[in-house]
Structures are given as structure tokens and as C-alpha cells.
Antibody, heavy 117, light 107 residues
Framework: QVQLQESGPGLVKPSETLSLTCTVS????????WSWIRQPAGKGLEWIGR???????NYNPSLKSRVTMSVDTSKNQFSLKLSSVTAADTAVYYC???????????WGQGTTVTVSS | DIQMTQSPSPLSASVGDRVTITCRAS??????LNWYQQKPGKVPKLLIY???SLQSGVPSRFSGSGSGTDFTLTISSLQPEDFATYYC?????????FGQGTKVEIK
């Protein structure tokens, strides 16, 4: 059973870069597309982007200029960097895995990131 | 981007009711439509993928239907643990997009 765990700072200053890592355990990092999704308090789900183990990425055009994703297969980890953050980037950030367009069937527990000085 | 629109929102219902939530895509997404359930403070959970396939462990009172642009999630007999917010999501193309969510509330 694949499990995901997000890690990273819970507080980021405005204009700085948000950095999160998701660690995959209990299974192979291969065969999944790995996504980042966020959810501001009381609001819906927003897909940030995804990465495959080959390094191929797809980003949400609304965030593309600020997003960078990477994968480290040796550590079974993938990462998100979101630059020039503002208060609007305050949210719970989830990592999730999708296989063969069959929905995201594995999720991390989420990590709250607050953007504040 | 493909826009996903859910209705109604919210939805008030009683235990035992048959509940239907509708999701409409702004263009055809074939059968690449998934449904998630999220309870307050919890992680979204995949219920149904590719329109009607039940994720392992999901009760059979949940079912999905539709094709192209119009889809439905049906709960045949609402149980107390089903009060939650439901999201549809398309996996036809990137960016992946979600509906705005339908909160199923106690009547």
C-alpha cells in the first residue's frame, strides 16, 4: 500500500519561495503521475501540477510561471517549489498519485502552509 | 482549461434519501471523470474513477454515470457517514480540474 507524506515549512514569508517534499513509501515511485493539489481554508481543490518519474512535468497555467517540480527516484521523493508567494498561496497542500487517468487514489495527509511576515 | 461545474450546492438531505449530484464539463471528456469525498479536516478520498468504477472499499450505494459532458454521482440510500463534500474531477487533460464541490448537509 503506497503511502505519501508531505514535509516542509509551515510558515513562509511573502515574496519568498515555498518548498515542499513528498516522500513515497510502501511501494514504487514509478508508474504514477505525482501531483500537488492545494486547498485554501473553506474552499475547493486546485491542481498545481504533476511530475512523472522521467521528470516530465505539467503545470497549471495559472501558476506555471512560479512553479517548479522535481523528482528524486533514489530517495523516493518528489518536490514542489512555488516562488514569489503571497497570502493567496496560504492553503493546505496535498501530494497525490494518479495512475492511468484513473483518478488520484493515493494522497498525503496534507500540510498547512501559511504565508505571512 | 476544462471547467467543471457541479450542482446543486449545497444539497440538504435526510438519512435514507436517494441523492444525486450533477457535474458538467465545459467540453467532452469522454469517460475520464472521477468523484471524491472529503469530510471536514480530512483528506479527499477517491470514490469513483472513469465515470462508474468503484474504488476498492467504497460501498455499493455509491454509483456514477454519464459520458461526454454530463455526469452524475448517486447515493442510493444516504447514510450518516455520507454527509461530506463531493468533488468531481476530470482526468482527460491537463490541467486537471475539479468542480467547486457539493456539500451534502443534514436536512
Amino acid at each position: 500500500q503506497v503511502q505519501l507524506q508531505e514535509s516542509g515549512p509551515g510558515l513562509v514569508k511573502p515574496s519568498e519561495t515555498l518548498s515542499l517534499t513528498c516522500t513515497v513509501s510502501g511501494g514504487s515511485i514509478s508508474s504514477y503521475y505525482w501531483s500537488w493539489i492545494r486547498q485554501p481554508a473553506g474552499k475547493g481543490l486546485e491542481w498545481i501540477g504533476r511530475i512523472y518519474t522521467s521528470g516530465t512535468t505539467n503545470y497549471n497555467p495559472s501558476l506555471k510561471s512560479r512553479v517548479t517540480m522535481s523528482v528524486d527516484t533514489s530517495k523516493n521523493q518528489f518536490s514542489l517549489k512555488l516562488s514569489s508567494v503571497t497570502a493567496a498561496d496560504t492553503a493546505v497542500y496535498y501530494c497525490a498519485g494518479e495512475k492511468s487517468q484513473r483518478g488520484m487514489d493515493v494522497w498525503g495527509q496534507g500540510t498547512t502552509v501559511t504565508v505571512s511576515s | 482549461d476544462i471547467q467543471m461545474t457541479q450542482s446543486p450546492s449545497p444539497l440538504s438531505a435526510s438519512v435514507g434519501d436517494r441523492v444525486t449530484i450533477t457535474c458538467r464539463a465545459s467540453q467532452s471528456i469522454s469517460d475520464y471523470l472521477n468523484w471524491y469525498q472529503q469530510k471536514p479536516g480530512k483528506v479527499p478520498k477517491l470514490l469513483i474513477y472513469t465515470v462508474f468504477s468503484l474504488q476498492s472499499g467504497v460501498p455499493s450505494r455509491f454509483s456514477g454515470s454519464g459520458s461526454g459532458t454530463d455526469f452524475t454521482l448517486t447515493i442510493s440510500s444516504l447514510q450518516p457517514e455520507d454527509f461530506a463534500t463531493y468533488y468531481c474531477q476530470q482526468s482527460y487533460s491537463t490541467p486537471r480540474t475539479f468542480g467547486q464541490g457539493t456539500k451534502v448537509e443534514i436536512k
